[in-house]
């Protein structure tokens, strides 16, 4: 979560007019709302993703109290109703069945007189710890910050502080708690936000973690209103060229040895890897109150520290699902597919900002250390239509259209839409070999390359040549560069490109690029190319065209 300061008389108008929970989100009174169908063209706009979560209209940005309850998970995130621009926060929301189509809600949380509802998380109260269920159920509780722009504007360093809002219906409709807030900022602390909470089984308590400036605080409290500080972390660790936020904290199992540790996820803006919003994770124990890092975790001594869950320029303040099922078992995670660099100014009308693709997130333990690979959810295979299996090639004619390494009996895609996957394993058999990877582009010239350079063993993304990107010098300045974790001589590439947007899973997620790009056109030519040829061959994968996710499936 950014904070952008609006003039005084906007934030009166906001608070005191459009901020008042009488219109959904669709400028229609709360609790009803047009049906994706009728909104079946708004998605088909330039740019607009077509396999990603995005609203249907004005600002997004940060991800929110995602938790999985009564076979729905849900999405909530930061969420401006009057303006493409950030502006007073909301909750907007979102749930799906199989995390991939979504049904749009109306507002969960609104400004009210305590501040803007900025990012928090989610819980299922199942035992009622709180009291604030009824007909003996446990309610849905959501835990965020409230950002009090009044007191901010007067100078005061306490303008942010812990509240919680409960629901008995499924999520439908949200109280706020009276005693607001549960946690106060009495220090007082700037930028004390961002709480995601979750129930540590061990020590029988609600677990919290929240961002105070440059560390993570941790908390704990027997019913999700009483809390008690327990210590912090991170003021001697990571990157620290901007604030951090939007944490989240959780125990994996190591695959492979079946150890657990504990994942801490802090993003920070700016200080990324390739440039302003980016998220560095750390790998270590917790006994119950204090986070240990893991001696043996090894962050990267280049990057001051830290290590980047995502490389990209485009996945920021991401965190992950509560309450999935044990018989699940998977640790679920979504990001903003954006960056504060140009988020305000991207070209994109009637909405701003998508969601990255739902993610499965792994610990690895790896020569360089605890590593987190992120995946591509499974859910995402039903957008699939036809698969088609690419033949190997030297790749000695670049560059080389996909179309002419389709098996025989596979049909050539004739009307390409734009949004494909991709699974590509290549060998590299000459150390001296140049940089190669998938080039998309279109009939206006705009062209955009995603790869891999063996001679820097690192993972590129180059948007320079993808389109507009008029709207901001720090868009298309540089290449997107990521280190290889994998040493091996062969590289896989599983890719996901949207109309607006790629996603590369290195090494089976062991490397994670997201980037945005805004095309004239849609890119209907896909190849593979080598800037020059040789000592490299394509050992064969596989092509499919994707579906799109609207409308939202019921």
């Known amino acids: ?40 063209t708004d998605f088909q706009e ?42 007073p926060m909301h909750w907007g929301h979102a749930v799906s069945e199989d995390l991939v189509h979504w049904e749009h809600l109306p507002i969960a949380l609104y400004p009210d007189t305590l501040g803007w509802i900025f990012s928090g998380s989610a819980v299922i109260d199942k035992n009622n710890t709180s009291g604030l269920g009824k007909d003996g159920k446990g309610p849905l509780i959501a835990i965020f910050t409230y950002h009090n722009s009044v007191m901010e504007k007067a100078g005061r360093q306490d303008y942010q502080y812990q509240g919680i809002a409960y629901s008995n219906d499924k999520g439908r409709t949200w109280e706020k708690y009276a005693g607001n807030p549960v946690v106060p900022n009495t220090t007082p602390i700037r930028d004390f936000r961002d709480p995601k909470v979750s129930w540590y089984e061990k020590g029988g308590y609600w677990l919290m973690v929240f961002a ?68 560095q994770y750390f790998v270590g124990d917790f006994d119950g109150k204090v986070f240990t890092l893991d ?53 994109t009308e009637k909405w701003r900002s998508a969601s990255t693709l739902p993610r499965k997130l792994e610990l690895h333990r790896l020569p360089a250390g ?32 996909l179309e002419s390494l389709f098996a025989p009996a596979a049909t050539p895609e004739k009307n390409a839409s734009g949004t494909y996957e991709l699974i590509l394993d290549f060998l590299i058999t000459s150390p001296e070999a140049s940089p190669f990877g998938v080039l998309l582009n279109n009939d206006l010239g705009e062209a955009y390359r995603v790869g891999y350079h063996p001679g820097n063993q690192e993972f590129f993304s180059d948007r320079r040549e993808s389109g507009d990107h008029s709207f901001s010098e720090a868009f298309a300045d540089k290449v997107t560069r990521a280190p290889r974790v994998v040493q091996s001589d062969t590289v896989q590439m599983h890719l996901f490109f949207d109309h607006a947007s790629a996603e590369l899973f290195g090494d089976e997620g062991a490397t994670v690029i997201t980037d945005i790009y805004f095309p004239g056109e849609i890119f209907n030519h896909i190849s593979l190319y080598q800037e020059r040829s040789g000592g490299v061959k394509f050992l064969g994968g596989k092509f499919y065209p994707l579906n799109s996710i609207w409308p939202a499936k019921k």
């Open 1 to 40: 979560m950014k904070i952008f300061l609006p003039s005084f008389c906007l934030l009166l108008l906001a608070l005191f007019v459009s901020c008042q929970p009488g219109t959904g989100e669709d400028g229609t009174e709360a609790g009803s709302k047009k049906t994706d169908q009728q909104y079946v």
């Open 46 to 87: 330039p740019h607009r993703p077509q396999l990603h979560f995005t609203p249907r209209e004005k600002w997004m940005n940060d991800p929110n109290g995602m938790v999985y309850y009564e076979g729905e998970y849900h999405l909530f995130y930061q969420y401006y109703p009057d303006s493409t621009v950030w502006g």
């Open 212 to 279: 105070a400036q440059n560390r993570m605080m941790f908390w704990k409290s027997p019913n999700l209103i009483d809390w008690e500080f327990l210590s912090e972390f991170g003021e001697t660790y990571g990157t620290h060229a901007g604030v951090w936020e939007c944490p989240d904290f959780f125990p994996m199992k190591v695959v492979g040895d079946g150890t657990t540790k504990w994942v801490l996820i802090a993003s920070i803006n700016p200080g990324g890897p390739n440039g302003g919003s980016a998220t």
């Open 295 to 347: 001696e043996t975790f090894k962050p990267d001594v280049t990057a001051e520290q830290a290590v980047w869950l995502d490389y990209g320029r485009d996945n920021y303040a991401g965190v992950t699902w509560s309450n999935i099922p044990e018989s699940d078992g998977r640790r679920l995670f979504i990001g903003w597919m954006s960056n504060w660099q140009y988020a305000r100014e991207v070209p």
């Open 370 to 401: 605890y590593r987190v690979f992120s995946t591509p959810v499974k859910e995402l295979q039903q957008l699939r239509r036809n698969e088609k299996v690419l033949a190997g090639s030297t790749m000695d004619k670049t560059p080389l259209p």
